[in-house]
Structure formats: C-alpha cells, structure tokens
C-alpha cells in the first residue's frame, strides 16, 4: 500500500476498522471462531451468534489486535512503522504512545509472524547452508564454540527463500534433522568444511564444501548467499541494543521474513497476520 492509500485508510477510526474488517472476514464472510461455520448472524451489542455451536463471538475476538486495547488507526500506524522498520520507541515517540504499550504491540507483531510463517513448501536445486552465533560483543573465542551466544542454523535456496532456526548446539544430528525438514532430497548442498556438515551425504542430498581458509568461492561452491543474509539479520538487529534470548527467535523470525519478502511490501500481509486467531498453544 502507497502512502496515499494508507493516509486514507487512517483517516478515521471507521475507516481504518473497516480495512481490518477485510483481513477478519474470510472472502468477505464471517466464519464462527469456534467451529468455523459460515452460518453466522448478528445479534446486538455488536456480536455474533453460530447457529451450529451456538458460540457468541465479537468482532477480531481471539485474534492478536484484541491483545491490546488501542484503536484501530493506532494499529494501522504500528504496522505501518513497523514495517519501515522503525523501532518501538521511535514509534511511541511518533504517535504519542507509551513506549510499553508500542512494545507490546510490536511483540504481537513478531509472535502474529511466527504463527502464520509455516510454509510448507520445499526448499530445492542448489541451496547453501550454514551456521552463525547471535549475541553483543564479547572477549574471547568468536564463532563456533563462544561463550554466551545463541547459535542459529540456517538454508538458503539460491534465488529463493532463507529458513532459519535457532538450535541448542550445532551438531551432525541437528544439521541433518532441520535440513531433511525443509530441503528436497536429490538437492545439492554447498556448506563450509566444518565436519558436521559431511552427514549430509547420507540425507540423500549431494554434499560440496568450501574451505575458507584457502578461498571463498570455487566456481559455484560458495555460502555467499546465507552468509548475505546473516550480515542483513545483524545488520537489523544492532539498532535493538539487545535482545533477550527468549525474545531472540521471534527477532529471528522477523528477519527471515522480511529478507523472503525484501522486494515487496510487507504491510497487508502484516495486517493480515495480526487479524488472524492466535492459536492456542501461544
């Protein structure tokens, strides 16, 4: 969406509930939030009634914007600063909102990322995976085996998509579980020399390594693509001075998906996703 159409979207509080309306509905129907029946009707105070589970429900009930008790032009405008990629206080400051609230809100966001980015479609062809460590600046040893750092492994199919994960340790079982998970079997996998990497010839997959020490790149044996997006992730995350650990994968989560969604806008699927049923284990 232009500046234009959002400026007008936000026009007015009935103009903005309206827009989120279009995400609520599905193809322009109200399904029951319980069962998911179409055969829903109003009744007063705003509510709706199932006439198969009898469920009352209102408007975004169990969705992520009724986490938060603000307007819904105020949440049109965090998204929209969200996806500028502005962070929380500068929006608080913007929209004269408490920093908690927008804090809150921006969480949301994140959260509504991860539940609605399972996609379920292969990565395949030639793909390059590797592994980068998360944290401040610390002494000592960097890379693999430093202290206090959140270790995350990662895939990138060339000219497609990057999927990322945090992991407890990186190890010949987790390189091969995560990668079965998401790569096509047949695919051809570029890594680095680390040794864990060398069980991916018995995944199925064929197996080229680069070693860094002697060289970066040999005719298509490379990882500049992942390595690309862990400079793009850090790049990003530097301006939050910090992230918790438990906060960290929804971080994470955020940069995988705007890196997949880099040449495009973001904001109607943003809206779309906070719109959307939190699901239960969340």
Partial sequence: MNIFGFHSVVKSEKRAQRHLRKFWRKNGRVLCINCGSPKVYQIPGQRYRCRRCKYRFSEFSGTWIRKLKIGSAQWLWIIKLFELEMSARKISQQLDLSYPTVLKATNLIRQSIVANSKDRNWL??????????????????????????????????????????????????????????TVRRGSIVYTDKYHGYDSLMFCGYRHLNIDHSKRFASGKVYINGVEGFWSYAKERLIKFHGVSKNKFPFYLKEMEFRYNNRHRSIFEKLVKFVCSPVPNHL
């Fill in 124 to 181: 395949q062809g030639e793909v390059e995976a590797d592994d980068a460590y998360f944290g401040g600046k610390r002494k000592g040893k960097r890379g693999r085996g430093a202290r206090n750092k959140i270790p995350v492994f990662g895939i990138l199919e060339r000219d497609g998509k990057v999927k990322v994960e945090v992991v407890e340790r990186l190890t010949a079982e987790t390189i091969c579980g995560l990668t079965v998970k």
